[in-house]
């Protein structure tokens, strides 16, 4: 897992995983060996945990976060490999098509351009006032994302500005927020972005002080004070997985097993903090909510 054993998001997915798992027939320690490794966040830890389980030749490895996935695509070209929330796998060089894989790796997708269009039109009908809102993201590990964004810019009906939101390193997390901030009308839609995930703490603690009309990816984010959420539900991404697993393990072929998308959707409000920024709940909103926080 990208995250550390500490984080309550990373918990959340691996247990989704292992009880499926455990429904298909597959016991720790009696028909099945599982090794899970946490990188903590650090790219550098996750290449030499990358490394030491390939040594070990294991008969699949569950993936998650692209730069994992990345360097597993190094690392073999035989080791079966299921991912579990990727974003354009085809794009990114993970698989040949989605109907046919055609390597060691396939799995599941995560997000994709008409979802993040519509956390920003959601972002819009919650707060009508915007006039600004930053997508934000790591251009180094996600650049499609630039491509979606140039879409936006020149598609997009909205009459508001789109633009970058860059984060690199955890110190930019606080720049960006601040510099969207600074001036009226501003709001944030943050990515389904492995470095966002890892840092998801570090983005909720500048938004508690630097207050503004956010979305997230994540319902656990949401739950603990965020503003609302839009996306797959990654935790039924993760259970899903583990039918993959399941088959790989029984002698099915990763190459012929296609890349799957999200069939579960949610949205979650937090009404509480929307009262603390000032906004009002649109009716529109309220009844597509697939939970609502008092």
Do not use: C
Not at 81 to 103: D, L
């Amino acid at each position: 897992m990208a995250t550390a054993e500490s984080e309550r998001l990373g918990q959340d997915r691996l247990k989704s995983f292992l009880r499926e798992l455990k429904r298909l027939g597959w016991v720790d320690g009696s028909n099945v060996g599982l090794n899970i490794r946490w990188a903590g966040g650090s790219d550098d830890r996750m290449r030499e945990i990358v490394a030491e389980v390939v040594a070990t030749k294991p008969s699949v490895v569950l993936a998650n976060g692209t730069p994992t996935v990345a360097a597993l695509k190094h690392a073999t070209t035989s080791i079966p490999v299921v991912f579990a929330g990727i974003n354009e796998p085809v794009v990114q060089g993970f698989v040949t098509s989605m109907a046919r894989p055609g390597g060691n790796i396939t799995g599941f997708t995560q997000v994709d351009f008409s979802i993040v269009g519509k956390s920003v039109e959601m972002l819009k009908a919650m707060a009508p006032a915007l006039s600004r809102v930053g997508l934000m993201y790591n251009p180094e590990t996600y650049g499609f994302y630039d491509a979606y964004l140039k879409r936006f810019q020149a598609e997009a009906p909205w009459q508001m500005e789109l633009t970058r939101a860059a984060v690199r390193t955890p110190p930019d997390i606080e720049i960006a927020i601040v510099d969207i901030a600074s001036r009226p009308g501003g709001g944030l839609v943050v990515m389904s972005d492995a470095f966002n995930f890892i840092h998801n703490a570090m983005i909720r603690a500048a938004l508690e002080r630097h207050p503004l009309p956010h979305i997230v990816p994540w319902r656990q984010y949401v739950v603990g004070g965020g503003l609302m959420s839009y996306g797959p539900d990654i935790d039924d991404v993760f259970r899903r997985s583990a039918d993959y697993v399941n088959r790989i393990l029984k002698g099915e072929n990763p190459a012929d097993l296609p890349v799957q998308a999200p069939t579960k959707y949610e949205l979650v409000i937090n009404l509480k903090t929307a009262k603390a920024l000032g906004l009002a709940v649109p009716p529109i909103l309220l009844a597509q909510a697939d939970e609502v926080i008092e």
